[in-house]
C-alpha cells in the first residue's frame, strides 16, 4: 500500500507539471515578505502599529540601491483619521548586506463606511535595472500587499 501511495504521489506531480512553462530564475528581486509582516484584516477599532516588510532576493548588494513604492488607499480610508505612514518616505534604501526593510503604518480606530473600499495597498513602484520588482513572472507576485479595514 506504501508503495501504491509513493507511486500515486510521484505520477501527480508530473502530470500537474507544463515543461514548457517552467523557468529557472537566479536574478535579483523585491518582494514583499508577506510571511514576515504583520496582519492585512484590520478592525476599524485596532490601534497598532504595523510593520510590512519588503525583502531583497539575490546574491549580496556591491552597492546601495534604492526601490519606490506608492501607498494606494481605498476611497474609504483617509490618512490621519484611519491610518498614518510611520515610514514617511516612499523610498527604500537597501545597502550591502540588508536584505529587509520595514514600512510602519499606524492603525488608527475609526469606525469605517461599509459601503465604501476600505483597503490600503502598498505597491513597489520602481528599482535599479536588473532586479525584479514581486516574484519573477509575468503574475509579478508579492509586488504589492493590500491591508484591508473590517467592521467590528
Not at 501504491?4 to 515543461?19: A, D, K, Q, R
Not at 540588508?98 to 469605517?112: D, G, Y
Not at 513597489?124 to 479595514?149: F, V
Request: with cysteine; glycine share 10%.
Amino acid at each position: 500500500m506504501k508503495k501504491i501511495l509513493i507511486i500515486f504521489t510521484f505520477v501527480l506531480s508530473f502530470i500537474g507539471c507544463n515543461t514548457n512553462e517552467f523557468t529557472v530564475y537566479n536574478g535579483k528581486f523585491v518582494f514583499f515578505d508577506v510571511g514576515a509582516s504583520d496582519v492585512t484584516s484590520i478592525n476599524e477599532l485596532g490601534e497598532f502599529t504595523g510593520v510590512y516588510y519588503v525583502h531583497y532576493s539575490g546574491e549580496t548588494a556591491k552597492e546601495r540601491f534604492t526601490v519606490s513604492y506608492e501607498v494606494i488607499p481605498g476611497d474609504g480610508l483617509v490618512e490621519g483619521r484611519d491610518y498614518k505612514m510611520v515610514t514617511s518616505s516612499t523610498t527604500l534604501n537597501f545597502m550591502p548586506g540588508v536584505f529587509s526593510l520595514p514600512i510602519r503604518i499606524n492603525w488608527i480606530p475609526n469606525e469605517i463606511d461599509e459601503k465604501k473600499d476600505n483597503s490600503l495597498t502598498l505597491r513597489l513602484k520602481s528599482g535599479p535595472e536588473g532586479i525584479t520588482l514581486g516574484y519573477p513572472g509575468p503574475a509579478q507576485n508579492n509586488r504589492e500587499i493590500k491591508m484591508t479595514k473590517y467592521k467590528n
